[in-house]
């Protein structure tokens, strides 16, 4: 069975970094497009970033130049460095993996930013 499980998060102040682990179980790491996805109170989960089995990284416009995702296919681990965090990143973060349809989730990280 797919297991992610996400780590790393925490509460920091307004201009704070934090970086988010999540180690994928049972798949083959490498075939997979990795993904970050957050959700806030009262609003929709959303996409932060990607990185496809290529390396091809992406990210939502609000994170770009603060957030850098990688992955490293020895650990079967994906990252998700954040820096001069705002309250406004203040959400569960998600893991997700996807190859072809199928897509899993990790059970999700809280990361609270104060002002």
């Known amino acids: 069975q797919v297991q992610l499980v996400e780590s790393g998060g925490g509460l920091v102040q307004a201009g704070g970094s934090l970086r988010l682990s999540c180690v994928a179980v049972?798949?083959?790491?490498?075939?997979?497009?990795m993904g970050w996805y957050r959700q806030a109170p009262g609003k929709q989960r959303e996409l932060v970033a990607v990185i496809s089995s290529g390396g091809t990284t992406n990210y939502a416009d609000s994170v770009k130049g603060r957030f850098t995702i990688s992955r490293d296919n020895a650990k079967n681990t994906v990252y998700l460095q954040m820096s001069s965090l705002k309250p406004e990143d203040t959400a569960v973060y998600y893991c997700n993996a996807r190859f072809g349809l199928p897509t899993f989730w990790g059970q999700g990280t809280q990361v609270t930013v104060s002002s």
């Open positions: 049972g798949m083959t790491f490498s075939m997979y497009n």
